[in-house]
């Protein structure tokens, strides 16, 4: 007979069994350290209770005794003593971090997190997310681990609950625990959820079975002992040695056969399970053979997770045989290693190993898993099920009521406020992450708890267009900056159209009222005065082609001239033009063509200098170079990327001093050196300086930064210059 690992709830567990479990397999463990986590919890928890009364230390005991169980490290073990203290009683992670170390403080910061999480069971999708979210939040799979060992403890105390958090807890655990526990291979943790669960979804059926799997419970042992001498004995005729286990299935694998094969209890035959463990893969498949050979096998249920290994990386030959007395019986054929990996999954790669130093630094736990599987020759196809399995497609974030939402990789603030509500999006100032304040642009993080700040004041402006991931937040910025150039454009072609009348004495108002204006309107295709100033304000059509088609209008002399003065102005400050002009900008911000771009003086870029574009509060942008010390790095936000325009070309002004020895004639050399290149000088200012020296500043017009180089280069050339710089 053989057990699998329980972790049944042991309400007198101490921290001296603790240490003697640990020092079992863990022999010179830092058993001080354990002693300060259970002594911190301890206080910690203090008064607490939990629905079963008992005190509250109890959970962590058994969450820790659960996690050595498994043969954990400290981090975990410690972490599992520690993992409700920042939740439930207000330390904080630096506290731990100080008092322990930072790994440890970031596993219990992890669960943390999770167990904020509100989580809706009714959706599939949701449960999906979770379980993505769960993972991506715990780069460290050290915290699901111990996750699941809370979770574990709290599911074999379920029964002090009432019966409403009993059936949500378990179908919780059902929806995220069990899929995580088999993703990550913890069978055993896994097998013992799963039969948690369905004592409490489904407890008719969990007491009829194990009422039907305790029956006649030394008939059941008597034959359990039969089957384990039979193939033992089968195996040493060739001389192969092996541990050979048995015991009946755990029951929710009963219960999936029922309900897969719509069979009741008695029609499940095969509810015994055994294994047979050697000690490499030649005898496996020897092991096979000869079980084949001397019990009948049933055909098709033999399956091959050696040569193909489940993307948890279980390994094992599974078949079935009619076994003594016409029973159907499952054998489970592996090697130890494979057998470990069963049990604890990628819990393995957490466990103590003789001569592991304590603390030791892991690669990070993908290339572990790679490594653990390094042996199989399938590796890609399990890398690959990893990746679909694990990487997730964006970020998962809070709000503060805990709900889930889930972003883009690369979203901002600005792209959670407009998938809270367009409204919250339009009005929003800035973000708290975690309770700090950051810039609009923060890339966030998953496990993020966003709070928007918001005011009545704010409306959105061009340049979010660049901060935001997600196409519902820029085609709302849009929106909201289409319906603005609509109403200006609105408002200018009304007044446009106002002052060209007021020319023919006459006023819009007064021209409205007569059929000739709708007429007008109707030549145009616009259906009524709203649109009509709308593409008047555009630049779509001018002030004059609409005048001209109202023939009644009485033309002073000079009409003709104001209304071409009009026409001009209007064409001046329409949108289209707008934007026509600002194509010609030295600088390209970012996907937006009708900003105001200006140099910024202090620093005065000129192109191929790195820049950065400033949003100054007056919806412009101003442009730095990279390394201009103006540009507050606190107000990050307001930074936005910008490019040269390489199809402009301008000439920029730009000073440069010139230290020299000085001597007659210099600043003519130095000018005709400049002059020779091409290069025009605007102005040149000279002073004299102390030690005979000279100091002159140019402001010269160059191209771009290559040009300069060529300038200050060939003034360098000069024997007197002591220093050129840019200024
Ligand atoms: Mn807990």
């Known amino acids: 007979m053989y057990q699998r690992l329980d972790f049944s709830h042991e309400r007198d567990l101490n921290i001296d069994d603790l240490s003697r479990r640990l020092e079992a397999y863990y022999p010179d463990a830092d058993f001080a350290l354990l002693k300060k986590a259970y002594t911190f919890a301890e206080k910690a928890h203090s008064g607490q209770k939990r629905s079963s009364g008992e005190d509250y230390i109890i959970h962590p005991i058994n969450v820790a005794g659960t996690l050595i169980k498994l043969k954990l490290d400290m981090d975990s073990i410690v972490a599992g003593l520690l993992h409700d203290v920042v939740e439930d009683c207000g330390v904080t992670p630096e506290e731990i971090e100080k008092e322990f170390s930072h790994n440890i403080a970031q596993i219990v910061v992890g669960l943390t997190k999770i167990s904020k999480i509100k989580f809706k069971t009714k959706e599939e999708s949701q449960a999906e997310n979770f379980r993505k979210m769960v993972v991506a939040m715990a780069k460290d799979l050290r915290v699901i681990i111990v996750k699941l060992a809370d979770r574990m403890h709290n599911m074999r105390t ?166 003594p007395k016409a029973n159907r019986i499952e054998i489970q054929i592996r090697t130890h290693d494979m057998d470990e990996v069963a049990e604890t999954g990628v819990a393995a790669h957490w466990k103590y190993k003789e001569g592991m130093a304590s603390g030791e630094t892991r690669p990070d736990w993908v290339q572990e898993l790679l490594e653990f599987n390094q042996n199989v020759e399938n590796n890609n196809e399990f890398m690959a099920a990893v990746k679909s399995d694990l990487d997730v497609g964006g970020v998962f974030v809070f709000t503060p009521t805990g709900d889930v939402r889930e972003l883009r990789y690369g979203a901002t603030p600005l792209d959670f406020a407009y998938a809270v509500h367009t409204e919250v999006g339009n009005k929003c100032v800035g973000a708290k992450i975690n309770g700090k304040m950051v810039p609009l642009k923060y890339t966030l993080k998953s496990g993020d708890t966003v709070e928007i700040l918001t005011s009545k004041n704010q409306t959105p402006s061009k340049d979010w267009l660049s901060m935001v991931k997600s196409s519902r937040a820029k085609s709302k910025i849009k929106q909201y900056l289409l319906k603005i150039e609509r109403d200006e454009n609105k408002e200018l072609g009304k007044e446009v159209l106002e002052k060209a009348f007021r020319v023919f004495g006459t006023s819009l108002k007064a021209v409205q009222k007569t059929g000739e204006f709708a007429k007008a309107c109707e030549e145009f295709s616009v259906a009524n005065a709203e649109d009509l100033f709308i593409q008047i304000g555009s630049g779509k059509y001018g002030p004059k082609e609409f005048i001209n088609t109202i023939p009644s209008l009485k033309k002073e002399e000079d009409a003709d001239d104001k209304i071409d003065e009009l026409d001009s102005y209007t064409k001046k400050v329409t949108s289209t033009a707008r934007k026509k002009s600002n194509k010609d900008n030295a600088v390209i911000v970012d996907g937006m063509d009708d900003l105001m771009v200006r140099m910024a003086r202090c620093c005065n870029p000129i192109p191929g200098d790195p820049i950065v574009g400033y949003i100054t509060r007056g919806r412009g942008i101003t442009v730095h170079t990279a390394t201009c010390d103006r540009i507050d790095s606190g107000d990050i936000g307001r930074n936005i990327d910008v490019n040269w325009n390489t199809e402009f070309s301008f000439k920029h002004p730009v000073n440069i001093r010139v230290i020299t020895h000085d001597k007659p004639g210099i600043l003519s050399n130095i000018s005709k050196s400049i ?12 002073k004299s300086l102390p030690d005979r020296k000279g100091s002159f500043i140019f402001e010269i017009e160059v191209k771009d930064y290559s040009e300069l180089l060529k300038v200050t280069g060939m003034i360098e050339g000069h024997e007197e210059v002591i220093s050129v710089t840019r200024v």
Request: positive net charge.
């Open 158 to 323: 379920l029964q002090y609950v009432n019966e409403d958090k009993q059936k949500k807890i378990a179908k919780e655990t059902l929806d995220i625990y069990v899929p995580l526990a088999s993703r990550l291979g913890i069978n055993s943790v896994k097998a013992e959820l799963e039969d948690l669960c369905l004592r409490f979804l489904h407890p008719d059926i969990y007491y009829r079975l194990a009422e039907k799997v305790t029956m006649k419970k030394s008939e059941r042992d008597n034959y359990i002992k039969e089957v384990i001498d039979h193939i033992q004995e089968k195996l040493l005729e060739y001389s192969l040695k092996a541990d050979v286990k048995g015991r009946p299935k755990h029951f929710f694998s009963i219960y999936k056969k029922m309900i897969a094969r719509g069979v009741d209890f008695e029609q499940i035959q095969d509810v015994l399970a055994f294994r047979v463990i050697v000690n490499n893969i030649t005898e496996c498949y020897k092991g096979l053979g000869i079980i084949h050979s001397s019990m009948t096998p049933i055909p098709g249920r033999f399956k091959d997770y050696i040569a193909i290994p489940k993307v948890n990386n279980y390994q094992s030959l599974h078949t079935t045989v009619i076994g």
């Open 675 to 686: 002059t020779s290149i091409g290069v025009n000088i605007r102005s040149a200012l000279a």
